[in-house]
């Protein structure tokens, strides 16, 4: 088949697993229905997080503009998912949301367009966690996002400029995982687990060390001078 037919149709197949998913689930005569909608689910993700990365960066048939932005709602979508498909569509959306970036390259990348995403993902996925008491990926998700900032002070696409970014960033993603752990550290009082205030603790941790990293490492003058720009919009 041609890279198009190919691509076409496996993105085409994606969505018919994604319904087919929705309709088994909502069968109550199919054994083990859950399971079943789940691994379709599944591999409807699968399928099209591969459909198009195929499109974007193997064929050449998206830009890659247009290829983050359909990864980006495929993300989406498996966070909306996992709400109704349990916590394995929402670890899918964790990787496929983090990861996404770096399979779609571009020439020119933005500083503040890459981390927006990054924290939309971030935050999404901890509405759903906190939604569905799925504290175990909390952690991964925060490591993700902060990775993300660490690594990026090493790469090539780094500018000193950026370091305003870095440090909003790490600021937004404390501040998430404090308001949406703040209602689980209310409930732990009473029965004496630390879940919420040991999750604080790493967040707060991960948070600092990111940002005395950027002040020891890099020219805070120049976070000084971004600042005062944006301040006196010059």
């Known amino acids: 088949f041609p890279s198009h037919d190919t691509t076409m149709m496996g993105g085409g197949f994606g969505l018919v697993l994604l319904g087919a998913a929705e309709l ?9 229905g859950n399971r079943i909608s789940q691994s379709l ?6 399928a099209l997080y591969v459909s198009l990365y195929a499109a974007t ?4 048939l998206l830009s ?7 990864m980006a709602i495929t993300t989406g ?4 998912l996992s709400i109704r498909h349990g916590v394995a569509i929402a670890a899918m959306g964790l990787v496929g949301g983090f990861v996404t970036p770096l399979l779609v390259h571009s020439s020119d990348p933005s500083t503040p367009l890459l981390f927006g995403y990054l924290y939309l993902v971030y935050a999404g996925l901890m509405l759903v966690v906190r939604r569905k008491n799925w504290w175990v990926l909390s952690i991964p998700s925060m490591v993700f996002g902060l990775g993300w900032a660490f690594v990026w002070t090493l790469s090539e696409s780094f500018k000193p400029e950026d370091t305003i970014w870095l440090g ?9 995982l404090f308001a949406t752990s703040h209602k689980q550290f209310e409930e732990e009082k009473e029965s004496g687990l630390k879940i919420a205030s040991n999750l604080n603790y790493i967040g707060l941790s991960g948070a600092a060390a990111l940002l005395g990293y950027l002040v020891v490492s890099h020219d805070v003058d120049a976070t000084q001078w971004v600042m005062r720009d944006i301040v006196t919009g010059k």
Not at 24 to 32: E, G
Not at 169 to 174: P, S
Request: charged fraction near 10%; proline fraction near 0%; hydrophobic fraction near 55%.
């Open 57 to 60: 960066n193997l064929y050449n």
């Open 24 to 32: 088994v689930r909502n069968r109550n005569n199919i054994s083990d």
């Open 168 to 176: 909003l960033f790490a600021f937004a993603v404390f501040g998430t």
């Open 77 to 80: 979508i498996a966070v909306v």
């Open 41 to 46: 689910a599944g591999a409807g993700i699968v």
């Open 64 to 70: 890659s503009t247009i290829g983050f932005a359909g």
